[in-house]
Each structure stands twice: as structure tokens, then as C-alpha cells.
T-cell receptor, first 115, second 116 residues
């Protein structure tokens, strides 16, 4: 039972345009969400996070939106740059219950930004 | 440079071999983690250590044996592995394991393990 799902395996975007990566979750106990970026032959790198008490968090070109009622979050990258091409993982954790202190990851979405 | 170093980067071993993966973090963190990433699957948490104590074993087979001698070092001892254990093994650390709040996990670059 996959509790965090990224239903788009890949996304292709033109440089300068917006990239929107989506993530859905099923566990209502999740209250903290993170996005990681992974280049080939490297480990995941933390990008941005959001607590369930917020519905938006922004950091430069990266914005994460959280819709708790829909159990959906998205990462917006604008403007997209070729260096953003990587695999993006959504992850979630809960402060209590069996998921305490654990990160649950989605399968990842491969983003390709074309010059 | 993430501050989390894993060695070796690549490992090929037979099913009867015994080997160990090593992870070292220079971030002053107190929690360390082992994850497994198989092809086309999400990262799966294997073990969590907080202040050298194991706080999570995510139903991992006993052929994987973790060791955390101090907060900066984490090992994964491997013995009699199966071909399906071939995967990328990632180590991570965070300030504490509880309350991830503003404490994202920092990952190493992983060990690519191949079981013959």
C-alpha cells in the first residue's frame, strides 16, 4: 500500500516555463511534507518543505502548495532551468502514530527542462 | 558535498560473501538512517538510529545487520544476500529522528550493490 504517490513518471518542460510536479498521499496522519531532488549518481538533496498548518511555502523559484482536503501537494518551479533536470521525490512524515520520525517517499518524477 | 559520506560507492558480491557498508556524517546530527532504493520503487526506510539507539526496524530481513557505534558512524553488515537485494543503499542523517519539523534528512550518495 503506497501512501505517497507521484503518478507522473516524467515531465518535460521548456526552459523559462513553469514546471508543476504533483504528489498525492493517503495517510491523514501526515503533517509534514518535503521535496527532494536527485541527480544521477548522487543522493537526494532537500529542496523545500511545508508543514500541514500552511498551504503554501516559497523559496526563490520553488513553491510548494498543500491541499489537505484533497491530500495533494505540488511543487512549482518557475522559471524552469536546464539545471533543474533531475528526479524529484515527494516525501511525507507524521509527528505521531506509527509514522513518527519516518519519511515515506513517492516513486519520483523525472523532470527534463529543454533549452 | 552533503556532509554524509558513504563507502564504497559500488559493491559486487556473491550470495555467500560478507561485506559491510559504511556511512559517516560530519553534520553533528544525532539520527541516522538506512534506506533501500530498488529499481522503479520508492525509497524504503530500513533502519533508524537516534543517539546510537535503534528506534526503527522496518521489517528488514536478518541478513541485513546495522551497527551504530556513535552518532557519526553507521554500518550495514551484509551476509548471505539474495539477488533481489541488489539496489542502491542510501544513508541519511538528521538532527533528531523525532519531530522532523524543520530538520530535513541529508543523504549520502549511496552504495550501488549488486548481488551475483
Amino acid at each position: 500500500d503506497q501512501q505517497v504517490k507521484q503518478n507522473s513518471p516524467s515531465l518535460s518542460v521548456q526552459e523559462g516555463r513553469i514546471s508543476i510536479l504533483n504528489c498525492d498521499y493517503t495517510n491523514s496522519m501526515f503533517d509534514y511534507f518535503l521535496w527532494y531532488k536527485k541527480y544521477p549518481a548522487e543522493g537526494p538533496t532537500f529542496l523545500i518543505s511545508i508543514s500541514s498548518i500552511k498551504d503554501k511555502n516559497e523559496d526563490g523559484r520553488f513553491t510548494v502548495f498543500l491541499n489537505k482536503s484533497a491530500k495533494h501537494l505540488s511543487l512549482h518551479i518557475v522559471p524552469s532551468q536546464p539545471g533543474d533536470s533531475a528526479v524529484y521525490f515527494c516525501a511525507a512524515s507524521a509527528e505521531g502514530g506509527t509514522s513518527y520520525g519516518k519519511l515515506t517517499f513517492g516513486q519520483g518524477t523525472i523532470l527534463t527542462v529543454h533549452p | 558535498e552533503t556532509g554524509v559520506t558513504q563507502t564504497p560507492r559500488h559493491l559486487v558480491m556473491g550470495m555467500t560473501n560478507k561485506k559491510s557498508l559504511k556511512c559517516e556524517q560530519h553534520l553533528g546530527h544525532n539520527a541516522m538512517y538506512w534506506y533501500k532504493q530498488s529499481a522503479k520503487k520508492p525509497l524504503e526506510l530500513m533502519f533508524v538510529y537516534n543517539f546510537k539507539e535503534q528506534t526503527e526496524n522496518n521489517s528488514v530481513p536478518s541478513r541485513f545487520s546495522p551497527e551504530c557505534p556513535n552518532s557519526s558512524h553507521l554500518f550495514l553488515h551484509l551476509h548471505t544476500l539474495q539477488p533481489e537485494d541488489s539496489a542502491l543503499y542510501l544513508c541519511a542523517s538528521s538532527l533528531h529522528s523525532a519531530g522532523t519539523g524543520n530538520q530535513p534528512q541529508h543523504f549520502g550518495d549511496g552504495t550501488r550493490l549488486s548481488i551475483l
